[in-house]
């Protein structure tokens, strides 16, 4: 079964400054889609970015940013001059047929101003 | 309204009641997902509803029943729940068949079960 495995419970960036969340997982497939998903207090899930395992290109979407390792199962979201709004739980997710995502357990990301 | 709406919001409800939980979309999708949100647990998938027919079942105790009427309506039906079910159920929805795509949440039902 696939597992995701997020490290870190909470993480904590001064804004403007650039923050880096940790995301492995385990699978023995070799196509896939990795995802970080971004959930605000009390307010709705919404994608931040995604990357395709056959692609080696690293995707990137404005400020967010995804270091993918496919050998080492490493996917992170590196969040470039942080801003208030980006204060959020942070989900990595793992997508590899038609069942839904795994998520892995999430990162709780405070902004200070 | 639009994108992808839960009824209720939050509901507090006694071990032996029975309830339904409501999720609506409004984009078109062809799969809708329920997911369980715990406090201390990462989301689980629950069950997945694709051109409606159910593709996934999560090892869901049988107290937790969906029922999908059509593809932009799903309900989660609960009987005889035990306290540690309370928790965030959320519904998503996306494209069948679409892996890479993106999945659209509700905002999730907080229930309580007392």
């Known amino acids: 079964a696939q597992t995701v495995t997020q490290s870190q419970p909470e993480m904590s960036v001064q804004e403007a400054e650039t923050v880096t969340l940790s995301c492995t997982y385990d699978?023995?497939?070799?196509?896939?889609?990795l995802f970080w998903y971004k959930q605000p207090p009390s307010r709705q899930m919404i994608l931040v970015i995604r990357?395709?395992?056959?692609?080696?290109q690293n995707a990137t979407e404005n400020r967010f940013s995804v270091n993918f390792q496919k050998a080492a199962k490493s996917f992170s979201l590196k969040i470039s001059d942080s801003q208030l709004g980006d204060a959020a739980m942070y989900f990595c997710a793992y997508r590899g047929d038609l069942r839904g995502l795994r998520f892995g357990a999430g990162t709780r990301l405070t902004v200070k101003p | 309204e639009t994108g992808v709406t839960q009824t209720p919001r939050h509901l507090v409800m006694g071990m032996t009641n029975k309830k339904s939980l409501k999720c609506e979309q409004h984009?078109?999708?062809?799969?809708m997902y329920w997911y369980k949100q715990s406090a201390k647990k990462p989301l689980e998938l629950m069950f997945v509803y694709s051109l409606e027919e159910r593709v996934e079942n999560n090892s869901v105790p049988s107290r937790f029943s969906p029922e999908c009427p059509n593809s932009s309506h799903l309900f989660l039906h609960l009987h005889t729940l035990q306290p540690e079910d309370s928790a965030l159920y959320l519904c998503?929805?996306?494209?069948?068949?679409?892996?890479?795509?993106?999945?659209?949440f509700g905002p999730g039902t907080r229930l309580t079960v007392t």
């Open positions: 998503a929805s996306s494209h069948a068949g679409d892996l890479r795509g993106e999945q659209y």
């Open positions: 990357q395709e395992a056959y692609k080696q």
């Open positions: 699978t023995s497939e070799s196509d896939y889609y």
């Open positions: 984009l078109g999708h062809n799969a």
